[in-house]
């Protein structure tokens, strides 16, 4: 048994329920975070996905929390995932409803164009998950807006009508515009390798 | 683009059922052990439609996707039935849904489908149609009142833009062997619609043939996955469509393969 305590921040949206149940199935301890105070004992803590930019961020602020993600960010000592939006979360700005975002990550969260939406599965090139074969790494996306690639920051690339950062990396934090939790065996293996 | 095969549960009164043309039901048993073989299956995605909710004036089903969720499925899942707001619609998600349909409301309330797009983004909304074409054109059929009408491809490409995909229902063909009408999908030959086929789809073949069209970003298969085990793997191993996932089926543990 997994005795690692992992925080899901609850920002009023996203598919709490869905990443709860994968974590626990990992047999990590899960615990919903509202407020600092709820931190205790945990070692990571994630964002979920599911929902649009504008809609998370008037929750996030209404509630205090971008000043409790800014400070867990900077403190550097817990491990945060955010998936899809709860990776987009932390860009300057996202054109989702030009909507300001967290600005902890330098750059633009974009809009595909043409209102392509990225539903299903694809190949993320990364070099995590070395012991699985590259032609199997695809994983669940469901967006509609991206993170264009850079070099400093992208641990894994996809590409569609556009080539974009599915995985970014910036000190403890690793942000996923994929969806692990519903990605089935590779996901909760990669899950499970980026819980510290 | 990797394309999808969706496992569709199509729910009445609490049972999954097998439908034949929205008309005949036959209880196949209790929808979660369902979804849990389709997961287990390595499905691309699940689709749980609850035909029983918008009919009888019910809002979504949260208790059956809580019991879904419960059985820790990791394959996508996308919900329909009773969803009649924003607030339905975030319900629904938290509930266990990647992804919500609609279908009536786009008539009864316009207004909604902006709100909900709005609260969940586009590309977790799917609208659902279910048609008919007899040969005379395409016929928009209301599965609850059980008529047909005009279909209306403005309207419908209008309401397309807060959402992702295009679920397009071949109501006379639903539960019938590789019989899909390919004509219901000339309208939108044009368009970058991406649409979900579903209805009478039970042969390689004829996955391959719907799969090569660029805006079938899916097929849906009902009744034909309960007939076997894994029946999606059959359907896919022998077939010549080279734009689905790839699957080892490395160490065989009743289907999924074993990472650890």
């Known amino acids: 048994m997994n005795k690692k305590l992992v925080g899901i921040l609850d920002y009023g949206t996203g598919n709490i329920l869905s990443l709860l149940n994968c974590l626990q199935l990992l047999g990590f301890n899960t615990k919903i975070i509202k407020k600092e105070i709820d931190l205790e004992g945990v070692s990571t803590l994630i964002l979920p996905g599911v929902g649009s930019m504008n809609f998370a961020m008037q929750n996030i602020k209404k509630n205090n929390l971008d000043i ?35 600005g902890l990550i330098k750059g633009k969260v974009k809009k595909f164009p043409n209102n392509f939406c990225h539903i299903g599965w694809n190949l993320v090139q990364t070099e995590l998950l070395d012991d699985i074969e590259n032609n199997y790494k695809n994983f669940y996306f469901n967006h509609s807006f991206y993170v264009p690639y850079k070099k400093n920051n992208s641990m894994g690339i996809t590409s569609n009508i556009k080539k974009f950062s599915s995985i970014v990396v910036k000190d403890s934090f690793f942000g996923l515009q994929f969806h692990p939790e519903k990605s089935q065996l590779i996901g909760r293996k990669l899950l499970s390798e980026l819980i510290v | 683009m990797i394309k999808r095969i969706v496992g569709v549960v199509t729910i009445m009164n609490d049972w999954a059922v097998q439908s034949v043309g929205y008309e005949t039901y036959r209880p196949l048993g209790r929808p979660e052990i369902i979804a849990q073989n389709l997961d287990r ?101 209301n599965f609850i009142e059980r008529t047909t009408s005009k279909f209306n491809i403005d309207k419908l ?80 191993k022998n077939s010549k469509h080279k734009s689905t996932r790839q699957l080892s089926y490395g160490k065989l543990t009743q289907g999924a393969k074993e990472w650890f």
């Not at chain 2, 689709?47 to 909710?53: M, V």
């Not at chain 2, 086929?197 to 009744?223: E, H, P, R, T, Y």
């Open chain 1, 68 to 102: 409790l993600i800014h400070k867990i960010f900077i403190r550097n000592k817990i491990r945060i995932i955010g998936i899809c939006l709860g990776m987009q979360l932390f860009y300057e700005f996202s054109e989702e409803g030009n909507t300001p975002c967290l």
């Open chain 2, 41 to 141: 299956w390595q499905l691309e995605e699940i689709l749980i439609c609850d035909i029983s909710r918008s009919r009888n004036g019910l809002g979504p089903n949260i208790r059956l996707l809580e019991t879904i969720a419960n059985k820790r499925i990791s394959t996508p899942l996308t919900y329909i039935g009773g969803i009649r707001n924003e607030s339905d619609a975030i319900k629904v998600i938290k509930s266990g849904a990647d992804r919500i349909g609609i279908e009536s409301l786009i008539d009864t309330n316009p207004d909604a489908v902006n709100k909900i797009s709005s609260a969940i983004g586009a590309q977790a909304l799917v609208i659902a149609q279910s048609v008919i074409n007899n040969g005379n054109g395409l016929k928009k059929f």
């Open chain 2, 157 to 236: 490409l209008n309401t397309m833009s807060y959402a992702s995909e295009l679920l397009l229902i071949d109501v006379n063909n639903e539960g019938k062997k590789n019989s899909f009408n390919k004509k219901i999908l000339k309208p939108f030959q044009e368009s970058d619609i991406q649409i979900i086929c579903f209805g009478g789809i039970s042969a390689s073949a004829q996955i391959s043939d719907l799969l090569n069209n660029k805006n079938v970003s899916a097929v849906g298969i009902g009744n034909f996955l309960n007939h076997a085990e894994l029946a999606n793997w059959n359907l896919v």
